[in-house]
């Protein structure tokens, strides 16, 4: 499958900007793990894009699968022929979030002025590639990122919704404002700028562990990557019934800030006291 519809790879000189008027290529890349049908639901929402892109663009995308049997495959193959610049599957089966995301921006750098990310669990709305475009064509920004909202399941216990339970983390910002960090559920890339660094990439260390997202997009903002934030970009995050409850929540809660504090310690940021007050706030709240 990912012969079909390939191009070769596009030189960093030949790359363009999105508003430069020209044809210009866009491939989203995705990582997947036991998640056949979210991941279908991702694909139809990826073909509902190509009906609103501008003209001159095209689009592709790389799944990465990390099942070691190959389960997605057979998802991947019944939309292999939508996209204009092909549906490129690979296979990695390793366990590690940061080698599965790199296969897939690798792949997806070699055959695009533009790289999109989302999650296997993600549903972004029709509009978003296009809302991307255009963000990005005002402001001269080298990526975007923008919000993804925590969807619970029906018949989801309601003190999950009544209170902010699935606000952690999300990003709450002005169309266009300047972000200091992106998030790989939800996000559009420059290749160039990538392409120029090939060491900026997730770290392995950090991929069974947490944190593999912050600590690339930490290491991308330290080396110039101007991150803006696109309003209107948003993806659904689908979550299941086995995360909505008290016990997952507080274990999502401890993971959370234990990634923070990991990539903070790996990018040198706050001192460790300053972490202690800061979990105690957010304990107490």
């Known amino acids: 499958m990912s012969g079909r519809g390939t191009v070769p790879g596009v030189r960093p000189d030949e790359r363009r900007s999105a508003d430069d008027g020209g044809s210009t290529r866009i491939v989203v890349t995705v990582c ?5 049908d979210p991941l279908h639901r991702l694909l139809l929402a990826l073909e509902r894009n190509l009906a609103t892109i501008p003209a001159g663009h095209e689009v ?6 990390d099942n070691d049997d190959g389960r997605a495959r057979e998802v991947c193959d019944r939309h292999a022929e939508a996209f204009t610049l092909g549906l490129h599957y690979r296979q990695a089966g390793t366990g590690n979030i940061s080698v599965a995301r790199n296969i897939g921006l690798d792949v997806a750098l070699e055959r695009s002025e533009w790289v999109a990310m ?11 590639l296009s809302s991307y475009i255009d963000v990005q064509r005002a402001t001269g920004a080298t990526a975007l990122t923008g919000p993804c909202y925590l969807q619970p399941p029906p ?12 606000h952690d983390g999300q990003f709450r910002l002005a169309d266009r404002e300047v972000v200091e960090r992106a998030a790989t559920n939800n996000s559009f890339l420059q290749s160039a700028f990538f392409l120029e660094r090939p060491w900026l990439r997730f770290d392995p260390d950090l991929g069974v562990i947490g944190g593999e997202d912050m600590a690339f997009f930490g290491r991308a903002r330290a080396a110039g990557l101007d991150i803006r934030f696109s309003d209107k970009s948003s993806v659904t995050g689908h979550e299941t019934s086995e995360r909505c409850t008290f016990r997952q929540q507080l274990r999502s809660k401890f993971w959370l800030g234990n990634t923070e504090y990991v990539t903070n310690e790996y990018l040198g ?10 979990s105690g706030r957010r304990f107490l709240r």
């Not at 940021?269 to 800061?278: K, N």
């Open 118 to 128: 989302t999650d296997d669990d993600c549903e972004p709305v029709d509009t978003w």
């Open 60 to 65: 592709g995308v790389v799944v990465v699968d």
């Open 269 to 278: 940021g706050r001192a460790r006291i300053r972490w202690l007050m800061i």
């Open 155 to 166: 018949g989801s216990p309601r003190w999950l919704t009544d209170q902010p339970f699935l």
């Open 32 to 36: 997947t793990h036991r998640r056949n």
